[in-house]
């Protein structure tokens, strides 16, 4: 099975950056998707971004609104990590950030931030924004 461990979380000062990191236990085929989300406190799981196949060799990548712009989803060339650039962050993007796989699908711009499509989770790193 897939282990995913979520690093790079921490605390900041809003307007500062952090970049967060999954490593998965295996190298990631490219027909897997993984997406980042995050819980605040006593708040619903919301999808953050997703790098995703897209058509041929190239990947898609979609985010939540409140972080396109600043946020920037990759995939390391080891193809065991997955990584996280966010930039100018705001007090509202505190909450723990999960990594999370979905075996062998794709994902789509309307479609892809449904907790209940990722099979495997991390535990988890808390980022906090203080304004």
């Known amino acids: 099975q897939y282990q995913l461990v979520e690093s790079g979380g921490g605390s900041v000062q809003a307007g500062g950056s952090l970049t967060l990191t999954c490593k998965v236990s295996?190298?990631?085929?490219?027909?897997?998707?993984i997406a980042w989300f995050r819980q605040a406190p006593e708040k619903e799981r919301e999808g953050v971004a997703v790098?995703?196949?897209?058509?041929?060799?190239?990947?898609?990548?979609y985010y939540a609104d409140s972080v396109n712009g600043r946020f920037t989803i990759s995939r390391d060339r080891s193809k065991t990590t997955v990584s996280l650039l966010m930039n100018d962050l705001k007090p509202e993007d505190t909450g723990e950030y999960y990594c999370?796989?979905?075996?062998?699908?794709?994902?789509?711009?309307?479609?892809?931030?449904?907790?209940?499509?990722?099979?495997?989770w991390g535990q988890g790193t808390q980022v906090t924004v203080s304004s």
């Open positions: 295996r190298a990631i085929p490219v027909i897997h998707s």
């Open positions: 999370a796989l979905a075996l062998g699908a794709r994902m789509f711009s309307h479609s892809w931030a449904r907790a209940v499509l990722y099979g495997y």
């Open positions: 790098i995703t196949p897209g058509d041929g060799q190239s990947f898609d990548s």
